[in-house]
Nanobody
Framework: HVQLVESGGGSVQAGGSLRLSCEAS??????MGWFRHFPGMEREGVAV???????TYADSVKGRFFVSRGDRKNTLNLQMNSLKPEDTAVYYC???????????????????WGQGTQVTVS
């Protein structure tokens, strides 16, 4: 089955940068995305990249966060700049349960999830 493994994350001061990476196994070069989970709240979408390279960002991260495919196959990176304390969350990499569908910031579309990585901004 599909496996997603995140790396990166950690603690940084406000205004700093962090880079997250996600490596997918047993998964084609399709839609992948990043979501985050604030304590006591629902997960929210951060950014998704479709197989054609098109990207959709959440309004809260536009201009600060950037998604890219990694050099390694099936790797998705999330470069986070100008971090704010309100960006503190557990960040998850995800892939849709069904290939070929829409690639949007809709949690219900994503059936495969990584283990999550903590990002703390102080």
């Amino acid at each position: 089955h599909v496996q997603l493994v995140e790396s990166g994350g950690g603690s940084v001061q406000a205004g700093g940068s962090l880079r997250l990476s996600c490596e997918a196994s047993r998964y084609g070069r399709g839609c992948m995305g990043w979501f985050r989970h604030f304590p006591g709240m629902e997960r929210e979408g951060v950014a998704v990249m479709d197989s054609d390279g098109s990207v959709t960002y959440a309004d809260s991260v536009k201009g600060r966060f950037f998604v890219s495919r990694g050099d390694r196959k099936n790797t998705l990176n999330l470069q986070m700049n100008s971090l704010k304390p309100e960006d503190t969350a557990v960040y998850y990499c995800a892939a849709p349960a069904l290939m070929g569908g829409r690639c949007a910031l809709e949690i219900a579309d994503f059936g495969y999830w990584g283990q999550g990585t903590q990002v703390t901004v102080s």
